[in-house]
């Protein structure tokens, strides 16, 4: 889907570091965060990585009920990283994007490809490797412009590589260790998902990070989304597609405030759902949702699952493409559509 819409982005107007500075808190308070500053390194013009392992707040961010909002969001994630001592202020950024997956399973191969498709020119990227105390280690990829630190954010001395530990909570695809694979994708309208229980909150970012750090099967991911409220992001509608190394493979939709799962190989950006909303979202999606549906046949490998994603590609608005390899667990990283040069990582 290509939509033009607005997004309520956290920005962070003090300077952390100093906060941690003026606080005069120890290494061992923040050691684990310290250290993944310090991993973070520029892999290409716009493109970084960063690897967290310990505990980046996440048990204590569901324990206290999640969040319902960005700003929520914000607050938490300024408390994790600097134990409050960091002002908030709000920016307004222009988006307009569109992704595809497919999700296939043969007797020697399970693999999920995606593109993220973004119209941004200066924008970065980051893949983030993170190994929790209590959850599963992942893989999982962002847009570094929705951290709210300003458009064309980019980390590149150690204050700002510190500002990006922000993004653990604001992943928009991953693979964890048990091979599930979870993709955000944008739905066919701008219904806001306002979900209103007594349940804990979740945004659309923080229900893949949980989903990524707690759940090994599509069959768990369903369980854990159906125990909290979801609060869709940017003002949009959202789905997941989610799959698993077993072949399972599914879209998660929010229709009326309802959680409703459909089991399907391929999303792009209209409802799957059967219903009022079966199919509403534009030509477009509807297109690179057939083709493919016609080339799903011809997938057995990750070579052909990057063909795949290729062909449903856009020069300057595809970001990134990924192929997840479940079975062998790798994952291989295609750069703004550089098809010929993978960065790849493991889980050995």
């Known amino acids: 889907m290509k939509k033009s819409v607005k997004i ?85 950024v222009a988006l307009d994007f569109g992704c595809s997956a497919l999700s296939v399973k043969g007797g020697d191969y399970s693999l999920m490809g995606r593109n993220y498709d973004w119209q941004g020119e200066k924008g970065n990227a980051m893949i983030i490797h993170t190994d929790p105390d209590d959850g599963y280690e992942s893989y999982s990829t962002t847009w570094l412009d929705f951290l709210g630190f300003g458009e064309g954010f980019a980390p590149e001395d150690y204050r700002s590589k510190y500002m990006s530990i922000a993004a653990i909570y604001v992943p928009l695809d991953g693979m964890n260790e048990k091979g599930l694979c979870v993709a955000d994708l944008i739905a066919g309208d701008s219904e806001v998902t306002k979900q209103n229980t007594d349940k804990a909150d979740l945004t659309t970012t923080s229900a893949i990070r949980l989903l990524l750090d707690k759940a090994a099967n599509v069959e768990e991911a369903v369980k854990l989304l159906e125990e909290y409220d979801m609060n869709s992001s940017i003002g949009m509608a959202h789905h997941l597609a989610i799959s698993d190394r077993e072949g399972n493979s599914v879209v998660v939709e929010y229709v009326n405030g309802e959680m409703i799962v459909t089991e399907t190989d391929i999303v792009t950006n209209h409802y799957l759902a059967e219903g009022e909303k079966f199919g509403v979202g534009n030509e477009e999606s509807h297109k690179r949702f057939e083709k493919i549906e016609g080339m799903k046949n011809s997938v057995n490998s990750k070579e052909s699952m990057a063909d795949c994603m290729k062909s449903v590609s856009y020069e300057g608005e595809t970001q990134w493409s990924i192929v997840y390899d479940k079975q062998n667990m790798t994952l291989d990283f295609y750069n703004r559509r550089d098809f010929y040069a993978p960065l790849s990582f493991d889980f050995k």
């Open 8 to 92: 309520l982005l956290i920005v962070v107007s003090a300077i952390l570091l100093t906060a941690l500075a003026a606080a005069g808190l120890g290494w061992y308070v923040f050691a684990d965060k310290l250290s993944a500053a310090g991993s973070v390194k520029k892999l290409a013009d716009n493109l970084y990585y960063m690897e967290y392992k310990g505990d980046y707040g996440f048990e204590k961010f569901l324990s206290e009920g999640g969040a319902a909002s960005e700003e929520e969001m914000a607050n938490y994630i300024v408390f994790m990283m600097s134990g409050g001592f960091v002002k908030l202020d709000t920016e307004e």
